[in-house]
């Protein structure tokens, strides 16, 4: 089993793998009439869903506010140092659904392109 790590800006809510899965963590809220039970929402592993682009994405959520994230960028932003502040994770074998650290790394937007005309995808 793959070890979880917390989303930055999302730590206690949700978690993320070095293969790009995102689990929701346990929560409770009030529920029923007047607020005066409690749901409980087990742990569990989210599914993503493609964008228009054919990236993985997930929604999470915080303060009511739902936030849209590509899974390939969670994973680099949790598992890739990034100390040239490079803006953009490339997939290294061009599957935009293979978001394993091993097949992420972070470009510029240039070298980005280079990457892909020289590779044809």
């Known amino acids: 089993m793959e070890n979880f790590i917390n989303i930055k800006g999302f730590e206690s809510l ?11 963590l346990e929560k409770s809220h009030p529920s029923g009439f007047k607020g005066r039970g409690i749901t409980v929402r087990k742990e569990r592993i989210l599914t993503p869903v493609k964008d228009k682009d054919g990236y993985l994405c997930i929604n ?16 680099a932003e949790a598992f890739i140092p990034n100390p040239e ?11 935009k659904k293979d978001n ?16 892909s005309w020289g590779n044809g995808f």
């Open 14 to 24: 949700y978690m993320i793998d070095s293969k790009g899965n995102v689990k929701s």
């Open 60 to 75: 999470l959520s915080k303060n009511k506010k739902i936030y849209g994230k590509k899974i390939h960028r969670l994973v």
């Open 85 to 95: 502040n490079k803006k953009t994770v490339n997939h290294k074998n061009g599957d």
């Open 100 to 115: 394993c650290v091993s097949n992420l790394e972070w470009m510029t937007n240039l070298e980005n392109l280079k990457h």
